[in-house]
């Protein structure tokens, strides 16, 4: 896998924090509490943190909040295990499992996938074919009560991968990187695999919310920028 960062894509699917205007009536709870939900469910900064490590990558960003439509879902309930604790395709619960959006018909479901889902994916699978994908998240430092799997470990980098998807090799080397970088590395925990966008290698890049901060407030950012401006794309 002969790379460089031409070849790059980078998914961002969970940093934006816009609902639309005409979709807020949806919802069962405040604006207030709405846009709460949406800043705490949101991989905040990790758009900017693509930008800063990557600027010559494609980078493929959601458009709203994975509160309204969460393009990193399968858009089939019955393949998207997230979807039993209502945070499918279309979420009905907020981090806390609490109720927020009643079942959406099957009509309006399908004009949200029309609008967001469908269009980002068409997007993403353009530009990922044949190139090299990082699927770019962040996570908090505590499991969330909607979590499946709350026991696992929560490291300061998750590298998750696929068999088939992503080449151990690769996995071998980001983890040497990040751990010669300072890091605490682990694999697949606690998330795991990456997305099929039909890339010539993929991986998931988690990083703890804790390690992220914000940007440039301090020394941390930069060198967790530099790391991953620097890290192996083979």
């Known amino acids: 896998m002969k790379s460089s960062y ?4 980078v998914h961002v699917p969970h940093a934006s924090t816009h609902i639309p205007h005409d979709l807020v009536k949806d919802f069962l709870i405040s604006n207030q509490l709405l846009d709460r939900e949406a800043y705490t469910s949101a991989d905040l900064h990790t758009n900017t943190l693509a930008k800063q490590a990557w600027p010559s990558a494609t980078i493929i960003e959601a458009e709203v909040s994975r509160i309204v439509v969460d393009v990193e879902r399968y858009a089939d309930d019955a393949k998207e295990e997230m979807a039993k604790v209502g945070r499918g ?13 009643n079942e959406v018909s099957p009509q309006d479901r399908n004009a949200l996938l029309d609008r967001f889902y469908r269009p980002h994916w068409e997007k993403l699978n353009n530009h990922a074919a044949g190139k090299i994908l990082v699927d770019l998240h962040s996570y908090p430092r505590l499991p969330w009560p909607i979590e499946l799997r709350p026991s696992g470990q929560r490291p300061e980098i998750d590298i998750g991968y696929s068999s ?8 071998e ?7 010669t970088c300072g890091f605490e590395v682990g694999h697949n925990t606690p998330y795991s695999g990456v997305i099929d966008a ?23 950012w930069l060198r967790l920028v530099d790391t991953l401006k620097s890290m192996p794309l083979e």
Not at 6 to 9: F, G, H, I, K, T
Not at 94 to 99: A, F, G, R, Y
């Open 89 to 101: 395709v279309l979420y009905t619960r907020d981090h806390n499992n609490k109720l927020i959006r």
């Open 164 to 171: 088939g998807i992503t080449p151990m090799k690769w996995v």
């Open 173 to 179: 080397s980001l983890t040497e990187h990040f751990i």
């Open 6 to 9: 031409l070849d790059l894509v």
């Open 198 to 220: 039909g890339a010539a290698a993929a991986v998931m890049i988690e990083i703890r919310r804790d390690i992220v901060g914000s940007p440039n407030e301090h020394s941390d």
